[in-house]
């Protein structure tokens, strides 16, 4: 199988058929071999409803449920455990990450030979108090202590060989670190692609200033 598309999510009912119809548009045309996984990190609302409407009628599609909310580092994890494709994709579920992005992430790590590529949202759509700024100080430190050239750590838009997702362990918040963990695990090739920033269509963020302050 080409990719994994990782999807954790937390109460993004308005917005999952039409991401799931966004990808399978992209694969298709692209003629990728997918599977997209929807991890539902204790939804309140029919987020489970329509994912498994989406796994009965589509058999690329796979839901994993949490009975609680955990947080989107176990949403990762429990993702990356079941992940198959050559290649893993993890994209945020509330539309603002583009699907029409995976195939140059594809095309870095086939072709250009990297192990993991983080997208840069050079161009935001966030609030500057409650997103944008918080962004800017936590990727500011966390370049300083890595070493590591990205702008954009936190960014939901990843691709990896599948070997990373394997070998490094995903838990409390470090699913913001995940470039650092996997420069830890002996990966080196990581590498960094400006991707579109969609405004969001539903509902509100689910992550304001408080998540850079655990």
Not at 34 to 59: M, N, R, T
Not at 82 to 92: L, N, Y
Not at 121 to 143: C, E, I, M, Q
Request: with cysteine.
């Amino acid at each position: 199988m080409d990719i994994s598309v990782v999807i954790p999510l937390l109460n993004e009912e308005e917005s999952i058929k039409e991401l799931y119809d966004w990808i399978a548009e992209v694969m298709q045309s692209n003629r990728f071999s997918y599977e997209i996984l929807f991890i539902d990190d204790g939804s309140s609302d029919a987020s489970w409803k329509i994912i498994e409407q989406l796994s009965l009628e589509h058999p690329e599609v796979r839901g994993i449920k949490f009975r609680a909310n955990y947080g989107k580092s176990q949403a990762l994890h429990a993702g990356f455990a079941r992940a198959t494709g050559e290649v893993v994709i993890t994209m945020d579920a509330d539309l603002q990450d583009n699907p029409e992005e995976i195939p140059g992430l594809m095309q870095m790590i086939r072709e250009d030979g990297f192990e993991l590529v983080s997208g840069w949202k050079k161009k935001r759509y966030d609030s500057v108090l409650s997103k944008n700024l918080p962004s800017k100080l936590f990727n500011w430190a966390a370049r300083r202590t890595s070493k590591l050239k990205l702008h954009d750590f936190n960014c939901g838009l990843k691709a990896y060989r599948n070997e990373v997702v394997k070998s490094i362990d995903v838990y409390g918040e470090m699913h913001r670190y995940i470039p650092v963990l996997a420069k830890n695990a002996g990966f080196r090739r990581i590498g960094e692609k400006v991707v579109k920033h969609q405004a969001r269509k539903y509902g509100k963020t689910k992550f304001g200033m408080s998540r850079f302050l655990n």
